[in-house]
Every structure is written in structure tokens, then in C-alpha cells.
């Protein structure tokens, strides 16, 4: 069996193009009478996948300390580390990261599960009844991951500056008090909150792209496996490549959010 | 395919929302706090030259206290007028930043983050007003400190041409001497001449010595030791001193002999004074020496307390000496009576007495020979 044998979906960037599109329709109604499906769904990745994302960033947040803290350490500039480590973190590592974790646990996920469901043929049986597969499966999955992402980016960021904590506490000489302090000198709110709601883009295209993957699966017991492989490898790519398209977008936004004024006379 | 709502989930995912929330509004309030969004504060402005880099967002300090941040930059409306810092500065300083504080820009750390440093104004300046606006330092900038470094080295370089000169000369001269050309080199030369000038310094040690020696003895010589007793001017130390002799003395406060700061004796004066003659005549033996001491204090000239207490020394001398003849010991003799004035200085020799009298007074000091007293 080749990928869109179900006839579920169309294959190609315009199969892909057209099952976004139609989830993109459908959000309304799905948010009306499918509220229970989204819970589910955000549960699933939210609260299941907190663990996962805790344990990233702390190990991200000491790991990144401990490498730069001897670079910087040799220039004395190492009192600089807190600000630099929340920079990144905030503003790059925290919403990237926790977008490639969503990408290769919730892309594996979605995707073998709409394997399966091509191969028990429960796709054919919805499309035979008149079912629409991207409202019915597709858009409270979207949904869902599109709001559990900030929420965990929020937590993997917090996750890392704990670890930085932790990693300057058992080597590096400041309080708690003074790493606090230096923390978040040179962010601004304007920095932050686009960098972690981008993140919701990243959970609405690795669900939809995911899903997709699924949906064009085969209908043999490794096609699932297979499906599950190009969910994770195309999510991941989305994450990366939409990042990228998004820098220029974020940094054209005006200081709405309390960013950087320059004002003529 | 309808399911029951998942309560429980929902719960789950309530708890996580509102905790990832508050994660989140903590967070950006504490962002908010590090650009003094949240904190009281007033807006303060400054008007520079040139802000060299200077963006909003950057700090401000007081008196090197984080303070505040820099809200935002005006650019000037044309070509050579200043640039306008907005500040917000925390309330809580106000206090400290008064009318003639100073701003400056500065640079900190590796990555070179500018700084507003306000320096406070003098404590007795007027508090700022409304819409303040402070005095704006200049910026020094690299390429300028590196002119005024050029400039520097070309001067210690001239200096250092100017002394290899001046050494060169210093030099020569020392070559000429060491080949015995002129004077200096025929004196450094020529053991004769040195013989010589050595012989006649220290023929002039001796002649100055005999010198002294005549003239210590000609002070010591009637009629002219009167003047020398009288005015004290042989030792003035060793006239309180005196190892073999018997002292009776007499203090007199300054202020009940003389007007404040004046030599000139007042009717209670000269009634202590007759009071001491009276003393005096008891005490007095034929070889017995009078010497009248004035002591002050509290005058910064030390010049001038001299001459008041030698002044007032004089008076009561003059005036115990022509009122009540102490000086007097018949037609061919006269007693020696000296009067001298130590200024705000005691002499070390004082009897140990003259530490509980006042600072101000004068002694009438009568020194008679042990010999004369058994």
C-alpha cells in the first residue's frame, strides 16, 4: 500500500494545503460542540507531555550554563551569564524547544493514530456516512496542540532558568537573590510574549501536518510505523522552517507589547 | 459517536493552565519591575550633545543605584540642537536628585551597555519642579581620547628631547672638568688650592668663634649688660633656670594688670603691683635677682603674642623699677631685674606650679643665691 491509498485526504502540499484549509473552517464549529474532544486532546499533550518538557528544560537551562559559564569565565564576564541564558531561553531555545518536543510526541502520536484508523478502515466508514474526517479528527487535535504549546513553552522556559539556577548554585559563585536579579534585565515584555505565542503556530501546523501523514498512510501494519516516522521527520521540519519564516514577522512588530521606542522630534 | 464530557481531564488540564498562568504573569511582572513599569517613578529629562548609542530601555543610575531606565529618545528637530533623554527614575530618589545634578553616559561591562549616570546635586540646591530637566555632560568619545593621548605624547616627547639637550650639556661640562679646564676643573684638580681654601674656612671657624666669645663678653660688660639683663636677651631660658638658687614668685592674671590685649597697666594693676612690691621687699635679699615673665595664648601670630608680653613685661618692670625701686641697691649698684615675654610659648624649664595658673599672666619671679638664704 502507497501513502493515500485511503483517499482521505489528498497527497502532496496540496492535499496538505486543502486538509488545513478545511480545518481552518471547521475551528468554529468544532470549539461549539466538540469542546469535550479538545479537552481530551489538550490534556494529552499539555499534561502528559509537562514531564517531558520540565525535564528538557532543566537539563537545556544547566547544560547551556555550564558550557558558556567557562567561556565567559575566562574573559570575567561571567556575571553577565544569567541575562545572556535568559535571553536565549526566552526569546529562541524555550519556544523552538518545546515546539520539536510537541513535534516528536505529538507528530509520532497523531500521525500513527491516523494510521490505524486508515488501516481498521474507521477513515473509509466516517467519509462513507458523510462524516468530515478534518472536522471530526483533525481540528480538536489542532486546537488543542495550538494551545497546550505556549503553555508549555512557558513551562520549559521557567524549567531552564531553574536549571541555570541550579547548575550557578552548585558551581558558580552568585546568590540566588543576584541571579534573580541579573535574570531579566535585558528582555522586555515585547520580546517574550510573541516569542511564546508563536508557539501556538507551531502546534497548529505540526497537529494539521501530523494528521496528514496519518491520514495518507497506507493500510498495512508498517505503514503505521512508517506513518509515525514521517509525522515526527515533517513535523520537525515545519517547526524549524515556520520559526524561520516567522523571525521577520515578529521583529516588524511594532512596541505594542512595551518593545524598543525611538522617537523623532 | 457523542462521549461524556471528561471532567476529570478538564480539571487536570485547569490545574496545568493555571499553573503554567502564573508562571507566565510572574514572569513578565518581574520583567515589568527590571524596566520600572510597575514601581513608582517621575519622569526626568536630560538634553545631550550626543547620546552616543544610547537607546530606551538602557539604565539609569543615582549615584551609581539602579534608578531607573530610559523611557524613551527625542531626536532633535534640527540640524545642532540636542537630543532629549526621557528618564524614568524612581520616586523613591527624587530627593536625591536636585536642580544642579548632572547626567552623563557611560559605558559598562564587555558588551558595552550605556548607562545613564546621574550624579546628585549639592544638599542646599533647590528640589526639582515640575517637567524637571537636569544638566547633560558631554560624552567623551574614543576617538577624542585618543587625540588628547596623541597630543599628551607629543608633549612628554618634546620634555624628553629638551632634557636629552639639557644632558648633553651636562655632559660637556662634565668632560671639561674632568680634563681640569676652568675653574671648577683646576679647584676639583689642584690639591694646593684645595689646601688653601680648606686652611682659610677654617680660619674662619676660629675668627668667628673669638667673635662670639667677645661679644658674649662685651653684653656681659657694664653699662652695656643693663640693656641685655633688662630686655632679657641673653638666654631667655636660663633666666628661669636657675638649679642654685631659691625661687619665690608671684602670678598676676593678666587681665587684673592690663586692658584686654593692651601693655598698658590699670589702677587695679598698679595696686596688685604695689601689692607685690610690698612682697618683693620682704622676700628681696642684696643679691637677689628680679625677673618679670608674660605668658598669653589663644593669639595665631605667634609674632605678635611675643611682642604683647614682652610689651607687658616691660610696664610692670618700669613700673616696679621707677615706683618702687626695685632695681635700686645704693649709689654705684643696681639689682638686675629682667623682664621678658614667652609669648603663647612656656619654656620647659617653668616650675611645675606654673601648670595649674592661668594661661594668662605674668610671674614676678625673685631668684636669690642659696648661699645668701642660709
Known amino acids: ?265 | 459517536m457523542a462521549r461524556s464530557f471528561p471532567l476529570r481531564k478538564s480539571l487536570l488540564s485547569l490545574v496545568f493552565v493555571s499553573v503554567a498562568l502564573g508562571m507566565g504573569g510572574f514572569t513578565l511582572s518581574e520583567i515589568g519591575r527590571r524596566h520600572w513599569r510597575t514601581q513608582p517613578t517621575f519622569a526626568l529629562k536630560a538634553r545631550f550633545a550626543a547620546v552616543g548609542g544610547l537607546e530606551a530601555g538602557h539604565r539609569v543610575r543615582v549615584q551609581g543605584i539602579d534608578a531607573g531606565v530610559v523611557r524613551r529618545i527625542v531626536a532633535p528637530g534640527q540640524p545642532g540642537a540636542a537630543v532629549e533623554v526621557v528618564m524614568d527614575v524612581d520616586q523613591a530618589l527624587r530627593n536625591l536628585v536636585r536642580v544642579d545634578a548632572v547626567a552623563r553616559i557611560v559605558s559598562e561591562g564587555l558588551v558595552g551597555a550605556r548607562v545613564v549616570e546621574i550624579t546628585p546635586g549639592r544638599p542646599d540646591a533647590p528640589a526639582l519642579g515640575g517637567n524637571p530637566v537636569i544638566a547633560a555632560e558631554s560624552i567623551v568619545a574614543p576617538s577624542d581620547l585618543l587625540n588628547q593621548a596623541g597630543r599628551s605624547l607629543a608633549r612628554i616627547d618634546e620634555a624628553a628631547t629638551a632634557a636629552r639637550k639639557a644632558l648633553d650639556q651636562l655632559a660637556t661640562v662634565a668632560q671639561a672638568v674632568n680634563r681640569g679646564e676652568g675653574t671648577l676643573g683646576k679647584l676639583i684638580h689642584d690639591q694646593e688650592l684645595y689646601n688653601r681654601l680648606n686652611q682659610a674656612a677654617k680660619d674662619g671657624d676660629r675668627a668667628l668663634v673669638d667673635l662670639d666669645d667677645n661679644l658674649q663678653a662685651l653684653k656681659e660688660t657694664w653699662p652695656v649688660s643693663r640693656y641685655f639683663h633688662r630686655r632679657a636677651y641673653l638666654d631667655r631660658e636660663r633666666l628661669l633656670y636657675r638649679p642654685g638658687a631659691e625661687r619665690s614668685s608671684r602670678s598676676l592674671p593678666a587681665e587684673d594688670l592690663f586692658e584686654t590685649g593692651r601693655a598698658v597697666l590699670t589702677p587695679t594693676g598698679r595696686a596688685r603691683l604695689d601689692q607685690v612690691a610690698s612682697w618683693f621687699k620682704t622676700v628681696a635679699r642684696r643679691s637677689s635677682e628680679l625677673v618679670v615673665a608674660s605668658f598669653t595664648e589663644g593669639d595665631p601670630d605667634p609674632d605678635r603674642a611675643e611682642i604683647l608680653t614682652q610689651e607687658q613685661a616691660d610696664s610692670v618692670r618700669d613700673y616696679l623699677v621707677t615706683r618702687h625701686g626695685v632695681g635700686s641697691l645704693g649709689w654705684f649698684k643696681s639689682r638686675k631685674v629682667a623682664a621678658v615675654g614667652f609669648g603663647a610659648q612656656a619654656p620647659q624649664v617653668a616650675d611645675s606650679s606654673s601648670f595649674e595658673q592661668p594661661p594668662r599672666r605674668v610671674e614676678i619671679i625673685v631668684f636669690t643665691p642659696a648661699r645668701e638664704v642660709r
Open chain 1, 1 to 265: 500500500m502507497r501513502p493515500g491509498d485511503s483517499g482521505a485526504v489528498g497527497s502532496g502540499v496540496g492535499g496538505l494545503a486543502r486538509l488545513g484549509l478545511a480545518t481552518c473552517v471547521a475551528v468554529p464549529g468544532v470549539c461549539l460542540r466538540r469542546a469535550g474532544d479538545i479537552v481530551r486532546e489538550f490534556e494529552w499533550v499539555a499534561v502528559h507531555g509537562s514531564g517531558v518538557v520540565l525535564a528538557a528544560g532543566v537539563c537545556v537551562g544547566a547544560a547551556a550554563w555550564l558550557q558558556t559559564h567557562r567561556l565567559l569565565a575566562q574573559h570575567g564576564a561571567e556575571s553577565t551569564l544569567p541575562s545572556f541564558l535568559a535571553v536565549a531561553v526566552l526569546v529562541e531555545i524555550g519556544p523552538l524547544l518545546a515546539g520539536l518536543i510537541l513535534a516528536g510526541r505529538a507528530g509520532a502520536g497523531l500521525a500513527a493514530e491516523m494510521a490505524a484508523m486508515v488501516q481498521n478502515e474507521e477513515i473509509d466508514a466516517r467519509l462513507a456516512l458523510g462524516t468530515n474526517v478534518a472536522a471530526g479528527l483533525v481540528a480538536p487535535r489542532a486546537i488543542a496542540c495550538m494551545f497546550a504549546v505556549p503553555f508549555l513553552t512557558i513551562v520549559l522556559d521557567a524549567a531552564a532558568l531553574g536549571g541555570g539556577f541550579l547548575a550557578e548554585s552548585s558551581s558558580g559563585r552568585a546568590s540566588a537573590a543576584l541571579y534573580w536579579s541579573k535574570s531579566l534585565v535585558f528582555l522586555e515584555p515585547g520580546d517574550v510574549i510573541p516569542a511564546t505565542l508563536k508557539t501556538a503556530v507551531f502546534g497548529w501546523l505540526v497537529a494539521t501536518s501530523a494528521c496528514w501523514t496519518g491520514l495518507n498512510a497506507g493500510r498495512s501494519t508498517q505503514d503505521v510505523g512508517r506513518a509515525a516516522i514521517r509525522g515526527v521527520v515533517l513535523s520537525v521540519v515545519v517547526v524549524f522552517v515556520s520559526n524561520l519564516i516567522m523571525i521577520p514577522f515578529i521583529q516588524a512588530l511594532p512596541g505594542v507589547l512595551g518593545g524598543r521606542h525611538f522617537l523623532p522630534g
